[in-house]
């Protein structure tokens, strides 16, 4: 197959901004880096912004009233401002930040936990995921409904791995109390369908919320258009640092629920016997921030919006649709997801014959092509479909199709390695 782009990125000149994609490794061959589903390569932009924070303006934020301090404190709640009209919330204090999505998510699973009614969960209510879920969408619901007596329920897995739907009302039922799914899968690609999730939640008068991970990196997120009452991400996998995620909430809930931490920052008084806490989004960000992490994530999000989101998704569509016609010509390479780029993103997982993927992932690193191995924390898809583990590659605004023939070259020299 031919590559087709729609022209719309500039892969050479965006290149050079990311210093460690010109790294030779292994007796001289370039590095194809095809793990950015785990964690995306950062520019030098990103990387400037948070060096030369620390080296001018560090200092704690919000109460200190010396040059430094006010410095960092306008750094960090710019980098807040950014986030929100990245993902077009209503209200900047309608974004937390956390240190990454999965202490979001577990934010949401204790604030519920803790909350009263009508939030409460509890032994008289439900719980709903999916099969598809990250492990950090899982474990955080498992938790929650041991301590409290919930029923966990969730959606099954199509053999084509798309979400079973053709039960919704039977699992999303009037004592459902939280609905969280993945809005695109980090193992099988799938785009799963919000509307009918949401809407269905809506009519029972649950809450919705969605780990938009392996989306908001990739294609334009509107937080108001979801429809969802949370929704949460990380920084890492977009350009910034680890360390930062986010959470956006729907102001009124953040008004009602309860802390998920306690400490400095999220307060308003305290004495011995009580506290009050402060206006969101500080009520739920407890102690020192993240504040480098921050910087990194506002500048990130500056760098994707001088490329655009819009072309980025674009080009992430011609390199998807391009690997997934040429893995279909690799010998017993079986593709695990959709087969259509138009109903996934841009992390394809495989099998390979009977070799096993730590296998296959060693020799490709061998020829300098970095992908995923494992159950990529989502080890139930793996359970559902009778496999081990897959070798993921994916790939974001950087990828070239000259690396989509690499992973095919070297997939060719592991089979022959294998015999």
């Not at 000149?13 to 001289?28: E, N, T």
């Not at 560090?58 to 960092?72: D, F, K, P, S, Y």
């Not at 459902?176 to 799963?192: A, E, H, Q, R």
């Amino acid at each position: 197959m031919t590559f087709s782009s729609p022209g719309l990125l500039d892969t050479e000149a965006i290149r050079k901004d990311f210093p460690i994609l010109d790294r030779v490794i292994h007796d001289g061959k370039k590095l194809v880096y095809l793990d950015s589903a785990a964690s995306s390569q950062r520019p030098r932009q990103v990387i400037e912004a948070v060096s030369t924070y620390y080296e001018q303006h560090h200092a704690n934020v919000h109460r200190g009233v010396h040059v430094l301090a006010e410095e960092a404190t306008a750094l960090y709640e710019d980098a807040r401002t950014k986030v929100a009209e990245f993902i077009n919330a209503p209200s900047r204090d309608e974004v937390i930040f956390t240190k990454n999505a999965s202490e979001s998510l577990n934010l949401v699973a204790n604030m519920l936990g803790w909350a009263d009614e009508p939030y409460r969960v509890d032994q008289h209510t439900e719980i709903v995921i999916t099969e598809m879920e990250h492990h950090s969408n899982i474990v955080p619901w498992q938790l929650l409904a041991q301590r409290t007596g919930a029923k966990l329920k969730w959606f099954g897995l199509t053999d084509d791995g798309r979400l079973d739907l053709s039960n919704i009302e039977q699992i999303i039922t009037e004592k459902t109390k939280i609905v969280s799914f993945v809005l695109v899968s980090n193992i099988l690609g799938t785009i799963n369908p919000v509307d009918a999730i949401v809407r269905r939640a809506q009519e029972v008068g649950a809450l919705v919320l969605i780990d938009a991970s392996q989306a908001a990196p990739h294609a334009p997120l509107d937080v108001q258009a979801l429809g969802a009452d949370f929704v949460a991400f990380t920084g890492h996998k977009m350009c910034g640092p680890t360390g930062i995620g986010v959470l956006w909430g729907r102001q009124e809930l953040l008004e009602d629920l309860p802390p998920f931490l306690g400490g400095g920052e999220m307060i308003e008084t305290v004495s011995m016997s009580s506290s009050t806490y402060a206006p969101a989004p500080h009520k739920f960000e407890a102690g020192t921030p993240p504040i480098a992490q921050a910087v990194g994530l506002g500048a990130a999000v500056d760098y994707l919006n001088a490329i655009g989101m819009e072309k980025i998704a674009a080009h992430e569509h011609a390199i998807t649709e391009y690997a997934l016609a040429r893995l279909a010509d690799v010998p017993d390479l079986r593709i695990i997801g959709p087969a259509s780029a138009e109903e996934r993103g841009a992390a394809i997982s495989f099998t390979l014959g009977d070799i096993h993927p730590h296998d296959v992932g060693q020799v490709l690193d061998e020829q300098g092509i970095a992908v995923r191995v494992g159950h990529h924390c989502a080890r139930p898809v793996c359970l559902r479909y009778g496999i081990p583990a897959t070798t993921r590659a994916s790939f974001y605004l950087y990828s070239t199709p000259a690396e989509v023939d690499a992973l095919i070259d070297g997939l060719e020299h592991v089979r022959q390695f294998f015999g």
